[in-house]
């Protein structure tokens, strides 16, 4: 079976270029997360959603960072304008969840995550 | 507030030795999970173990071990007769509610094990 797919691998751009990043999670899944992975910060959840709508979007670090989920086979990040600072890696997960209450006891299953770099 | 230590940044032993990564976490929930997740060299995270806070059991999977103890707030991965392909950064992760009753979750810092052949 698929795992969680992202997209894309690498990402380098220009800062205030717009960035999206792109995940199908695992079939079946009920909940999807988005993290960002950075040497000074470790690992950080940004948002979850739950059979496709946003639980928490506490993580997010600002304005300009954005994300949708409009089916239960995909969910994008997107960040406007970016900045140096938004390099990291940042990884996509998905879980069966038993319920909203429980989302987060669940066992994550990640993506390959995409390593994006703002020049 | 939560947090989760992972005091050993760096470990390196000789293929076949026993290691021991540890984990110390802090919450004011009584309901709480803990994980391991493996960070290979290629960048993905694998999921390695569950346990909730009411079970203390320690569990055995081949060659990994887990020793939960509520008393000492700790959660330690053993890995028994390491091997090459053990080497990448182990995260412990805690997930519990804050203050406020959201759910949330921490990950560590993160071990990096490094076994030389």
């Known amino acids: 079976d698929a795992g969680v797919i992202q997209s894309p691998r690498h990402e380098v751009t220009e800062m205030g270029q717009e960035v999206t990043l792109r995940c199908k999670p695992i079939?079946?899944?009920?909940?999807l997360f988005w993290y960002r992975q950075t040497m000074m910060r470790g690992l950080e959840l940004l948002i979850y959603?739950?059979?496709?709508?946003?639980?928490?979007d506490s993580g997010m670090p600002e304005d300009r960072f954005s994300a949708k989920m409009p089916n239960a086979s995909f969910s994008t990040l997107k960040i406007q304008p970016s900045e140096p600072r938004d390099s990291a890696v940042y990884f996509c997960a998905s879980s069966l969840g038993e319920g909203q209450a429980r989302i987060l006891y669940q066992a994550q299953h990640f993506g390959d995550g995409t390593r994006l770099s703002i020049l | 507030a939560q947090k989760v230590t992972q005091a050993q940044t760096e470990i390196s032993v000789v293929e076949k030795e026993d290691v021991t990564l540890d984990c110390v976490y802090e919450?004011?929930?009584?309901?709480?999970?803990l994980f391991w997740y493996k960070q290979p060299p290629s960048g993905e995270l694998v999921f390695l173990i569950r346990r909730n806070s009411f079970d203390e059991q320690n569990e055995i999977s081949g060659r990994y071990s887990w020793n939960f103890q509520k008393s000492t707030s700790s959660f330690n991965f053993t890995i028994t007769a390491s091997q090459v392909v053990d080497s990448a950064v182990y995260f412990c992760a805690l997930s519990d509610r804050n203050s406020g009753g959201y759910q949330k979750v921490t990950f560590g810092t993160g071990t990096k094990l490094q076994v030389i052949p």
């Open positions: 959603f739950n059979n496709n709508v946003p639980i928490d």
């Open positions: 079939s079946g899944h009920n909940s």
């Open positions: 919450t004011r929930d009584t309901t709480y999970y």
